[in-house]
Structure formats: structure tokens, C-alpha cells
């Protein structure tokens, strides 16, 4: 029983691993990307309502996509 806790404790580490992981890449789907275009050009960078018009999206989530794929350095 001690070794099924030990398993069961590693899987719960190793998930925690790749939540992190996920964190550094949003994947968005192609639907949700148009989705943000049209209400960024609707609305501009007021993330928390694009991400009202998305479920189970974040405002943070949002706009962090938003700057990672279409953010310029001038």
C-alpha cells in the first residue's frame, strides 16, 4: 500500500511538472484566434471581456497569447 502512495505521489509531481510546462505555451485554437483578432480590433487590448467571449479562457492567458504571437519590437 506504501508503494501505491509513493506511485501516486510522483504522478502528482510529474503532473504538476507539466502544468508548468503548459504555462510557458497557450495552444489556442484556430477558431479561439480568430475569435481574439476580431474582438481585439473590436475592443483593443480589454482582455477580460475577449476572454468572456472564450470559455475556459483567462484574461492573463489571453493576453499573454496575444503579446507572444503578435507583440512588435520596434
Same mark, same amino acid.
Given at each position: $500500500?506504501?508503494?501505491s %502512495?509513493?506511485?501516486s505521489s510522483d504522478e502528482t509531481s510529474e503532473d504538476f511538472? %507539466?502544468?508548468s510546462s503548459k504555462e510557458t505555451k497557450i495552444d489556442i485554437s484556430e477558431d479561439e %484566434?480568430?475569435?481574439i483578432i476580431r $474582438?481585439?480590433?473590436l475592443v483593443g487590448e480589454r482582455w477580460s471581456l475577449i476572454a468572456g467571449r472564450i470559455p475556459g479562457r483567462t484574461a492573463a492567458e489571453i493576453e499573454k497569447y496575444w503579446n507572444t504571437r503578435y507583440s512588435t519590437s520596434e
Open positions: $500500500m506504501a508503494d %502512495e509513493h506511485s511538472r %507539466e502544468e %484566434e480568430k475569435l $474582438m481585439f480590433n
